[in-house]
């Protein structure tokens, strides 16, 4: 069975770090891409992040390159969301999911954590 379990969230300011994680089991990522999504009040799910299977190519959106890292501690089982100069646009819930294929589009995953709640103030 697998199981990701996210945390990490919470209350920054502008310009602010979080680091959120994600715990994994019944997977591992040679064989498994990860990505971050999130999703704020109103609006759709989008991808912010992934990182590929195998070589952890990675891959982020537009809004966030240059600001987060997405990376894998395979010891750990375990992938991570770097998250620097935090803009009061970043504030949404955010979710880990994994599948075989990268990619920044959630429809193409389907194993998904709980979502951890990010706010940042101005």
């Known amino acids: 069975e697998v199981q990701l379990q996210a945390c990490g969230g919470g209350s920054v300011q502008t310009g602010g770090s979080l680091r959120l994680s994600c715990a994994t089991s019944g997977v591992t990522f040679d064989d498994y891409a990860a990505g971050w999504f999130r999703q704020a009040p109103g609006k759709v799910r989008e991808g912010v992040a992934c990182v590929g299977n195998g070589d952890h190519s990675t891959h982020y959106a537009d809004s966030v390159r240059g600001r987060f890292t997405i990376f894998i501690d395979e010891a750990k089982n375990t992938v991570y969301l770097q998250m620097n100069s935090l803009k009061p646009e970043d504030t949404a819930v955010y979710y880990c999911?994994?599948?075989?294929?990268?990619?920044?589009?959630?429809?193409?995953?389907?194993?998904w954590g709980q979502g951890t709640e990010v706010t940042v103030s101005s």
């Open positions: 999911a994994t599948w075989p294929t990268m990619s920044l589009r959630p429809w193409a995953y389907e194993h």
